[in-house]
């Protein structure tokens, strides 16, 4: 069975840095792409970045890009999302997906995890 995990959230101050993990139990043909979307309380779900596993291809939101980078380690089979200069508007819950094709869209991911919030103070 596949399961995603999340980890590494919690509280940061406006301008901290934060790392958040995915770990992934066991991949199939159908997890090619892993992504990150963020929810956050009365919004709707919305991409913030993807990858390739090897990183050949990544893809960045506009409100994220310079600030966020998403990679892997694919022996440890973990994606990862460092998030640096933080800001309140950041404050949501993170969420770790995976799929099959290069998209922005949550309907085009087959397995998400629990997801990990993430707050930045002001």
């Known amino acids: 069975q596949v399961q995603l995990v999340e980890s590494g959230g919690g509280l940061v101050q406006t301008g901290g840095n934060l790392r958040i993990s995915c770990a992934v139990s066991?991949?199939?043909?159908?997890?090619?792409?892993m992504a990150w979307f963020r929810q956050a309380p009365g919004k709707e779900r919305e991409f913030v970045a993807l990858t390739t596993w090897g990183a050949d291809n990544t893809l960045y939101a506009d409100s994220v890009t310079g600030r966020f980078t998403i990679s892997d380690d694919n022996d440890k089979n973990t994606i990862y999302l460092q998030m640096n200069r933080l800001t309140p508007e950041d404050t949501a819950i993170y969420y770790c997906?995976?799929?099959?094709?290069?998209?922005?869209?949550?309907?085009?991911?087959?397995?998400w995890g629990q997801g990990t919030q993430v707050t930045v103070a002001s």
């Open positions: 997906a995976s799929g099959s094709h290069v998209s922005r869209a949550p309907t085009e991911y087959y397995y």
């Open positions: 066991t991949r199939t043909w159908r997890m090619t792409v």
